[in-house]
């Protein structure tokens, strides 16, 4: 079934470690492709989208993603986390002329102090 | 207003009692979208709004649920009969122009629904 994966569910870090969240999407043809972060309590929010150009996608927050067609990935990555990055990361993919987002399981994200 | 706004909270209801969820889009916004988060199933499509018109009903799971939109703005999500399968926590997103694949989704809080 052509899906979004995310084999990352929960991950632990210490602060200033660096982090890399794996995504990868079996879907054909041409995708757009997004992470969202959902912190404690808060509502789903934006990291940052590709859809074309520069596969390197820079984001809030000192995120960004790394678009790899021929690996069909879309990898995060922070270089230094910090205790506040404590979250959920979805990892999403819109098709090309559909507009409903598919979204990965998500992985948690603890960052100790 | 400043973002999506969705009521109730949180919703507890009886198995087979009918629940109205509603959602607020941000003003202007055009498009708008209904998913739910549940342990099981994680994040889930539901339904796609344009405007007043629903071009992507794909994700609704059953007849027992259904949507409305009305003068573009707010929308209302119906599940009747409601089955403790249905306990999840429903979100409403909106987007500014047509709907397009590359828009961004903005998403209100939820209502965290509960059957009993």
């Known amino acids: 079934a052509q899906s979004v994966s995310q084999h990352n569910h929960h991950v632990i870090l210490s602060e200033a470690a660096s982090l890399e969240l794996g995504c990868n999407y079996s879907?054909?043809?041409?995708?757009?492709l997004f992470w969202y972060v959902q912190y404690p309590g808060q509502h789903l929010q934006l990291l940052l989208k590709y859809f074309s150009g520069d596969p390197l996608v820079k984001g809030i927050k000192g995120f960004e993603a790394e678009f790899i067609k021929s690996k069909f990935s879309f990898n995060l990555r922070k270089p230094s986390v910090q205790w506040s990055d404590t979250a959920e990361y979805f990892c999403?993919?819109?098709?090309?002329?559909?507009?409903?987002?598919?979204f990965g399981t998500g992985t948690r994200l603890l960052v100790s102090p | 207003g400043a973002g999506v706004s969705q009521s109730p909270s949180n919703k507890v209801t009886e198995k087979g009692k009918d629940v109205e969820l509603r959602c607020d889009p941000i003003?202007?916004?055009?498009?708008l979208y209904w998913y739910r988060q549940s342990l099981g199933q994680g994040l889930e499509f539901l339904i796609y709004f344009q405007g007043n018109s629903a071009p992507d009903k794909s994700g609704l799971p059953s007849d027992r649920f259904s949507a409305e939109r009305t003068g573009g703005s707010v929308s209302t999500l119906t599940i009747q009969r409601t089955q403790q399968e249905d306990s999840a926590v429903y979100l409403c997103?909106?987007?500014?122009?047509?709907?397009?694949?590359?828009?961004?989704?903005?998403f209100g809080p939820g209502t965290r629904l509960t059957v009993l």
């Open positions: 003003s202007g916004h055009t498009a």
């Open positions: 999403a993919v819109t098709r090309a002329g559909f507009q409903k987002l598919v």
């Open positions: 997103a909106s987007s500014p122009r047509g709907g397009g694949s590359t828009d961004t989704q903005y």
């Open positions: 879907y054909g043809g041409t995708v757009n």
